[in-house]
T-cell receptor
Framework: DTAVSQTPKYLVTQMGNDKSIKCEQN?????MYWYKQDSKKFLKIMFS???????INETVPNRFSPKSPDKAHLNLHINSLELGDSAVYFC?????????????FGPGTRLTVT | RKEVEQDPGPFNVPEGATVAFNCTYS??????FFWYRQDCRKEPKLLMS???SGNEDGRFTAQLNRASQYISLLIRDSKLSDSATYLC???????????FGTGTRLLVSP
């Protein structure tokens, strides 16, 4: 069974479009995250939700809007896509905040903006 | 200055070799430390946590020096399957915010 799943796996779209990436975890974790890995392979956190509440919001353009309908799902909507948004977006989840809990990553969504 | 610094490599080693990776972090308030492994075009996966006392998991040994803000990973008897990028990761105080280094690439050859 897949622990953290993301759809789609690949996304190719044109500048200016709006797109969404979906994430689901079946681990019963309380906290979910979105990370961006750029072309230089640098992995950086974007957002984190704990029990549907936004707890980490890094300096990310307003065009990016996360939504957590329930604690098992965390979606990422991107408006007016730009070339610089091309990257791999990883969803992750972990047990409740505090402690040294492992973060489990999804397989990633490779976004290419043309 | 990046919050977590690593030598990007690549480190090219033959099978059976011992290889060590180092990492430094700048935030003295960092509370937890990890090594993650990322295979090409795959997601990162936790390799091991790093404790002040040092810890070992099979062929892998991790060390933390809080005074020097330095983390290390030693791999003994390298296998071809160890070829991957090794990410040094620190967790700062607060809500499990992980800060990743850019990774060190390891290539193990026959």
């Amino acid at each position: 069974d897949t622990a953290v799943s993301q759809t789609p796996k690949y996304l190719v779209t044109q500048m200016g479009n709006d797109k969404s990436i979906k994430c689901e975890q079946n681990l019963g974790h309380d906290t979910m995250y979105w990370y961006k890995q750029d072309s230089k392979k640098f992995l950086k956190i974007m957002f984190s939700y704990n029990n549907k509440e936004l707890i980490i919001n890094e300096t990310v353009p307003n065009r990016f809007s996360p939504k957590s309908p329930d604690k098992a799902h965390l979606n990422l909507h991107i408006n007016s896509l730009e070339l610089g948004d091309s990257a791999v977006y990883f969803c992750a989840s972990s047990q409740d905040a505090g402690g040294t809990y492992e973060q489990y990553f999804g397989p990633g969504t490779r976004l290419t903006v043309t | 200055r990046k919050e977590v610094e690593q030598d990007p490599g690549p480190f090219n080693v033959p099978e059976g070799a011992t290889v060590a990776f180092n990492c430094t972090y700048s935030n003295s308030a960092s509370q937890s430390f990890f090594w993650y492994r990322q295979d090409c075009r795959k997601e990162p996966k936790l390799l091991m946590s790093v404790y002040s006392s040092g810890n070992e998991d099979g062929r892998f040994t991790a060390q933390l020096n809080r005074a020097s803000q330095y983390i290390s990973l030693l791999i003994r008897d390298s296998k071809l399957s160890d070829s991957a990028t090794y990410l040094c990761v620190v967790m700062n105080t607060g809500f499990q915010k992980l800060v990743f280094g850019t990774g060190t690439r390891l290539l193990v050859s026959p």
